[in-house]
């Protein structure tokens, strides 16, 4: 669900990412040349569907090492020539494109400005980058999908028992298990190297969304097997401990059931609101469609982010990706708070041109838009129109304030 839930390409990571690993233990294990040619061809698709599970293999390398010896590296190298015969098949156009437009890709790849490959890097950018991305996935994990953020998750009782269980199942399958630490290895390499290329930006709360869910999903399907490792490994220990079959099982599963049930039911819940409240994109991109059909790209617009309201935000971000330009500028909005806001508005409002229209999206808050309105009559502004936009059930979301 977490994987398909946007429909981009990235999303098919997970699938190709575990196709092409469980290749490749199929050509260890019966050292048949076809397997290496899958599992260059399902190499070569994972990276089409997104570069950014170069991380992925990149943990993969030393984790396979860690736990299968040299004898992987050995065998890897010998066949090296079928993986990569493998990999232009599943690259072919994406070679033939980089021919065609000299190192196409790579180019883009160090030019996008929404990747950290486009700017410089230094060490507190960095460690900003793994924050965000630690703070994404471990809110990821707990939620279903990090649309519940972490400053919500931590009033939640239940949140911190769920990281103690989930962390002290995973601390006694690494102490125990070989596997288990390759995996935690292949994680944390993943990790590291996905910091590298994210800029952590588009935030939607103080801690920061890096990548979003359609990148770090390609995590998941080993994470869930370092768990379920994790599980195998407190089973035997606990069978030892407790001597007793059905107790034991009851013990693991409770674990299993708890690690599994709580994200899962979070996720349903998410939907659940979603869906029952129409609270979708929709709603904000409606709202811009008709700033743009009626006012046109190049109206003055302003949209209240201070506070951190993540209503105003999500707008505030849709507006820039639908080609409009709202104030406050990016700058300001880093150093957003609520005074500053009100600065900002005040200084929009003032440098407006007579004749002019413009559009002010605030907080559904009565006083604060009874406020504005006698703002803007002192400077001797019109409002031509004021809109409450709702949704099911009457729950308001933001206002539309329409001055001259």
């Known amino acids: 669900l977490v994987s398909s839930h946007v429909a981009w390409s990235a999303s098919l990571m997970p699938l190709f990412l575990t196709a092409t690993l469980y290749a490749v233990l199929k050509a260890l294990e019966s050292g048949r040349k076809p397997y290496w040619l899958t ?44 993986l990569l015969l493998g990999f232009l098949v599943g690259y072919v156009n994406m070679v033939i494109y980089n021919i065609i437009v000299p190192l196409g890709s790579l180019t883009f790849m160090f030019h996008a400005k929404w990747t950290g490959l486009s700017g410089g890097l230094t060490l507190p950018i960095y460690i900003k980058r793994i924050s ?44 125990k298990s070989k596997l288990a630490r390759a995996l935690l290895v292949y994680l944390v390499v993943s990790l590291l190297i996905l910091a590298v290329g994210t800029k952590g930006v588009m935030t939607l709360n103080p801690f920061g969304f890096a990548w979003g869910p359609h990148y770090l999903q390609q995590l998941l399907p080993l994470t869930y097997l370092l768990m379920a490792e994790s599980l195998h490994t407190l089973w035997s220990h606990a069978l030892r401990f407790f001597r007793r079959y059905r107790m034991t099982m009851l013990a693991v599963l409770t674990i299993a059931a ?39 790209d190049d109206v003055p617009l302003f949209i209240d982010i201070g506070g951190r309201n993540q209503v105003l935000w999500m707008m505030y ?38 004749g002019t229209r413009a559009v002010i999206i605030v907080k559904p808050d009565k006083k604060a838009l009874n406020l504005l309105k006698k703002y803007l009559l002192l400077k001797c502004f019109k409002v031509d129109y004021i809109n409450v936009v709702k949704v099911q059930p009457n729950i308001p979301l933001y206002a539309v304030v329409v001055v001259s």
């Open 39 to 82: 599992a260059g061809a399902c190499l070569g698709l994972s990276l089409q569907s997104h570069p950014s599970v170069l991380a992925s293999y990149a943990g993969l390398l030393p984790a396979l090492h860690m736990y299968l010896g040299r004898g992987f590296t050995h065998d890897l190298l010998r066949n090296f020539k079928y």
């Open 132 to 175: 965000f991305l630690t703070v994404e996935y471990t809110s990821g994990l707990a939620s279903g999908v990090p649309m519940i953020t972490l400053p919500y998750l931590l009033t939640s009782a239940i949140f911190y028992t769920f990281v103690m269980v989930t962390a002290a199942t995973v601390a006694a399958g690494v102490i």
């Open 258 to 296: 708890f690690i599994l049930a709580w994200p899962f039911m979070n996720l349903l819940g998410v939907y659940k609101f979603m869906s029952t409240h129409k609270y979708t994109n929709e709603v904000f991109l409606s709202t811009i469609e008709n700033i743009k059909s009626i006012y046109g």
């Open 317 to 354: 971000l849709l507006a820039i990706l639908e080609g409009l330009h709202p104030e406050p500028s990016v700058k300001v909005v880093k150093e957003a708070s609520a005074g500053g806001s009100a600065r900002s508005l005040k200084e929009f409002i003032d440098k407006l041109e007579p």
